[in-house]
């Protein structure tokens, strides 16, 4: 297994057992943004002892502990990214694809309003239509034009 992954958790205070490796693992490499659901079925096969609840429970854990985020930019269900650092998100509402957004700038907010404040968490989430979505429905919308 992968030791990089076992020292990512280490770090972050998580004993590092083999599937949660696996679940680390598979949310450093699939930029996806899975929901818990996406990861138990890519990992089954591989990890037969593996039940969903524990998925859901390694999830919060790693969340807990910082090792992942989750989002809450789809309605329907709660998505995990392996990457920690601030980005922003965008959803396309057609395809459902959740792309990341680098930001240029940390602070959207003026820090004068956070006075006083704890921020704990960033979340800045973008909605519309991706590049492909958007391409795809003009064509659709000249055609229906001619
Ligand atoms: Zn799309
Ligand atoms: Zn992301």
Not at 10 to 21: A, D, F, V, W
Not at 73 to 81: A, G, S
């Amino acid at each position: 297994m992968n030791n990089t992954t076992k020292n990512y958790l280490i770090e972050r205070g998580i004993k590092p057992s083999l599937q949660r490796i696996a679940i680390m693992d598979f949310l450093l490499k699939n930029r996806t943004h899975p929901t818990a659901d996406d990861i138990y079925q890519a990992l089954c096969d591989i990890i037969p002892t593996l039940s969903k609840t524990t998925v859901y429970n390694t999830l919060k854990l790693f969340t807990q502990q910082g090792a992942a985020l989750s989002l809450e930019i789809d309605e329907k269900n709660v998505r995990f990214d392996g990457d920690t650092s601030v980005h922003a998100h965008f959803r396309c509402k057609c395809c459902g694809a959740i792309i990341d957004l680098p930001v240029d700038q940390v602070n959207m907010v003026d820090p004068k309003f956070l006075e006083g404040f704890v921020i704990t968490e960033i979340n800045a989430f973008y909605k519309g239509l991706c590049d492909k979505c958007n391409h795809e429905a003009s064509l659709i919308q000249n055609k229906s034009i001619n």
